[in-house]
């Protein structure tokens, strides 16, 4: 044993082997974590058992003892969890295995160690397809189904049924829709008109809707999604929210698909304040285009990978729902409206959304469980996001007066 390798000490080796770590020279570091901890064996007994094979506690044993191990006590795996530590090995050139890799996966935590292994040694091993396996309960194959609709590399969608426990549910986009909807019942009941509500005169007087007029009001900025000009716009808004949000929630969670409605939504109204600066804007389509233009992107850029059937036709129908919605929204912006001079609801949210969609969103779901924050893209369109804010800050505080523009009144 090299003595260079004894007298590492023992916090040296959180990183992968070194062989790993050529290999994944030029790819971002990948961390994933979990609250599951050691969920089929504790720690301490696969220390022991590691420990057997590394004496002089290098951090390291030869792959050759590593597959002795998992021979001997695989059965105590996940069978899934098991297929990647054997890929693991596969993947090692070197023929050592770090002790830190293999204590990261019982964790479930994963660095690019296992990112080779996926993409080298899991190519030497072949497994039932997933949605195939005898015995699934109709909660298992709905989980399996919506990890082929969302994850484009098998692993991962092993990873995450693996690692799915419902708990917590897909709560943000549930909650936003039901308020929504209830919102849009309350003004429904309340003006007396469920389509086109936008044409009564009493529409604009409440206090969720974007006004040019009332833009210091900062909530106005957001709360605007509650809104909908009738329940044709709300029927599609809610449709796609559903079909394409909640899927994407129980993959990424609730943080990062909250996150990038949010970043859809405020994108939303301060490109209406900047490009169409007299119209007010009502309905939630900057966060649905956000969430679906990014969903869409990424089946794209991983064509190959995606396995959800009738990719193509699904896509069509997607594009077809978001150009309907989007059509109509143009055609209400140029209608007559009922309360002149103050024009009809703006469309241009919907454009604010998908470019958060196509940035901020195809890092997000492009990169499981990942720490975004270790991926210089994700710092780049944030970076471009923020400037983007800032400026439209600046103009909604500054340009109105500078260019003279006259407002519609308030309603």
Request: contains cysteine; hydrophobic residues 45%; glycine residues 6%.
């Amino acid at each position: 044993m090299d003595p260079r390798m004894r007298a590492r000490p023992r916090e040296a080796h959180a990183s992968p082997s070194p062989a790993v770590a050529a290999n994944a020279e030029g790819d971002a570091i990948e961390v994933l974590e979990s609250t599951d901890v050691l969920p089929m064996a504790p720690e301490d007994h696969w220390k022991t058992l590691f420990d057997q094979f590394d004496p002089e506690n290098s951090g390291y044993i030869s792959t050759e003892q590593f597959r002795s191990l998992l021979n001997t006590h695989g059965s105590e795996l996940d069978p899934h969890k098991l297929a990647v530590l054997l890929a693991l090995a596969d993947s090692n050139a070197d023929g050592r295995i770090c002790y830190q890799d293999f204590v990261n996966l019982m964790s479930n935590k994963r660095s690019n160690s296992f990112r080779r292994a996926i993409l080298q040694g899991s190519r030497q091993r072949k497994s039932a397809a997933l949605l195939e396996e005898p015995g699934l309960g109709v909660s298992q194959r709905l989980v399996r189904h919506v990890a082929f609709e969302t994850l484009p590399r098998e692993m991962d969608r092993k990873w995450y049924y693996d690692s799915y426990t419902g708990c917590p549910p897909p709560w943000f986009i549930i909650v936003v829709t039901i308020v929504e909807v209830a919102v849009f019942v309350y003004y429904g009941l309340l003006l007396d008109r469920w389509v086109l509500q936008v044409s009564h005169p009493l529409y604009l007087r409440n206090p969720l809707v974007y006004h040019p007029q009332l833009r210091a009001q900062a909530w106005r900025y957001l709360s605007y999604i509650f809104m909908h000009a009738g329940i044709e716009h709300l029927s599609l808004n809610v449709l796609l929210q559903l079909l394409v949000g909640v899927p994407l929630e129980m993959v990424h969670g609730a943080l990062r698909i909250g996150f990038l409605y949010i970043s859809g939504v405020l994108a939303g109204s301060l490109a209406v304040s900047v490009a169409d600066m007299t119209a007010p804007v009502v309905g939630s389509s900057g966060g649905v285009y956000a969430l679906v233009s990014a969903h869409l992107a990424n089946i794209v850029m991983n064509w190959s990978g995606m396995k959800c059937q009738f990719k193509l036709l699904r896509m069509g129908a997607a594009l077809l729902c978001m150009s309907a919605e989007f059509g109509r929204a143009v055609w209400l912006r140029f209608y007559p409206s009922v309360y002149p001079p103050c024009p009809n609801p703006s469309f241009v949210a919907h454009l604010g959304g998908v470019a958060v969609g196509v940035t901020l969103g195809v890092v997000v779901l492009r990169n499981y469980e990942q720490r975004l924050q270790e991926q210089s893209l994700w710092w780049i369109f944030i970076l471009v996001y923020i400037v983007f804010v800032l400026f439209a800050v600046f103009w909604n505080i500054f340009a109105y007066s500078l260019l003279e523009l006259r407002l519609p009144p308030l309603p």
